[in-house]
């Protein structure tokens, strides 16, 4: 069993839709929660980075963390074409080796 | 212009041929580290380096070496012992060992 699942997708929506994308993980130790954008043939980008339970709003995303349940969230709200990518989300302990999801990829369709 | 740069973006490679994949960051970042990523799935991590001339070995070493001889660069080689080396490779680097980890554009390896 991997120690982070993600929602595989692909997810396909309207231009202005609230988009959900979403972790769980297994592994207790987990301290930091990162969210990372990657387009296609490119390197990830750093969207969210975030280490306690709670929200945590930057424009039009939001990344939610709850560490009893072991589930991380990152919310797109009036989503827009040019956020088609596929989502990474990553987590580390306090060591620091990152683990990473496989990755959903978003469609915003004009 | 900070970053972190990776050469070249596209290469090509004879099987049972040894190839070097470049980075370079000139953002004064102490760690630097290479993951490989295949279709659909997540970053897999190859080799980490949290200080010059000091580096250990990831999830999926094998077939791979690297070396840090300077704070700026971590060069990759992909041997001839690598059984699938076919894949997108990634750098990264953060300021200290297991900070926030920024990437380099990637270099797309295929094995013809």
């Known amino acids: 069993q991997k120690e982070v699942e993600q929602d595989p997708g692909p997810l396909s929506v309207p231009e202005g839709a609230i988009v959900s994308l979403n972790c769980t993980y297994s592994?207790?130790?987990?301290?930091?929660f990162m969210w990372y954008r990657q387009y296609s043939r490119k390197g990830p980008e750093l969207l969210m980075y975030?280490?306690?339970?709670g929200n945590k709003e930057d424009g039009r995303f939001t990344a939610q963390v709850d560490k009893s349940s072991k589930y991380i969230s990152l919310f797109i709200r009036d989503s827009q074409p040019s956020d088609s990518a596929t989502y990474l989300c990553a987590m580390s302990d306090n060591a620091g080796k990152s683990t990473f999801g496989d990755g959903t990829t978003l469609t915003v369709k004009p | 212009d900070g970053g972190i740069t990776q050469s070249p973006k596209y290469l090509f490679r004879k099987e049972g041929q040894n190839v070097t994949l470049s980075c370079e960051q000139n953002?004064?970042?102490?760690?630097m580290y290479w993951y490989r990523q295949d279709p659909g799935q997540g970053l897999r991590l190859i080799y980490y380096?949290?200080?010059?001339?000091?580096?250990q070995k990831g999830d999926i070493a094998e077939g791979y070496s690297v070396s840090r001889e300077k704070k700026e660069s971590f060069p990759l080689t992909v041997t001839s012992a690598q059984k699938n080396p076919t894949a997108f490779y990634l750098c990264?680097?953060?300021?200290?060992?297991?900070?926030?980890?920024?990437f380099g554009p990637g270099t797309r390896l295929t094995v013809l």
């Open positions: 380096s949290q200080i010059v001339n000091d580096f």
């Open positions: 953002l004064n970042h102490d760690a």
């Open positions: 990264a680097s953060s300021r200290k060992g297991w900070d926030t980890q920024y």
């Open positions: 592994n207790s130790a987990f301290q930091y």
């Open positions: 975030t280490y306690s339970s």
